[in-house]
């Protein structure tokens, strides 16, 4: 079956490449009207080719990763079949390991977000204990509530909210 999505004469509608890709034909337009993307037409039907459908593995891998759409679009662009794809393999390279610096940053600044804000429960929680030990158990009820509705939306892909 692999095999049979890499012929080059193979082609797919944009309902195929939604359902495949998990994206909505929204968000293929947008791709096409920002030029990654260049489908056929068949009357006022878009028809994806191979290449359609390489690059937009790629652009939402590279979404995915946290690249911009600019940035997506300078490593596509310097696709050339004739050079075996290495212009685009040196700057995807140079990318990818600029990413992943910038990851990592990231990572450690949510670990020190996170650090901060447990400290700041365990130092409520004592004060509270202290002041008012009758709060306590509505505090974990209210905190209980809230992750099953984070833990529901997550799983519906519903943005949570809190009443």
């Known amino acids: ?25 929204r968000a293929l337009r947008f791709y096409e009207d920002k030029g990654l993307l260049a489908p056929a037409r068949d009357g006022m039907n878009r028809v994806y080719g191979h290449r359609d459908r390489a690059r937009l593995q790629l652009i939402l891998r590279g979404k995915r990763v946290g690249f911009s759409l600019a940035e997506i679009r300078e490593i596509l662009d310097l696709y050339d079949e004739k050079d075996g794809g290495a212009a685009q393999m040196a700057k995807s390279l140079k990318k990818f390991k600029e990413r992943i610096v910038a990851l990592k940053a990231q990572r450690e600044d949510i670990d020190g977000a996170i650090k901060n804000l447990e400290d700041g429960v365990q130092r409520l929680q004592r004060q509270l204990a202290d002041i008012r030990p009758d709060l306590l158990p509505k505090a974990d009820a209210y905190d209980t509530m809230l992750r099953s509705r984070l833990d529901g939306a997550h799983e519906t892909g519903e943005p949570a909210r809190a009443k």
């Open 1 to 25: 079956m692999a095999h049979d999505l890499r012929r080059p004469e193979r082609t797919f509608t944009i309902r195929q490449l939604c359902v495949e890709f998990k994206v909505t034909p």
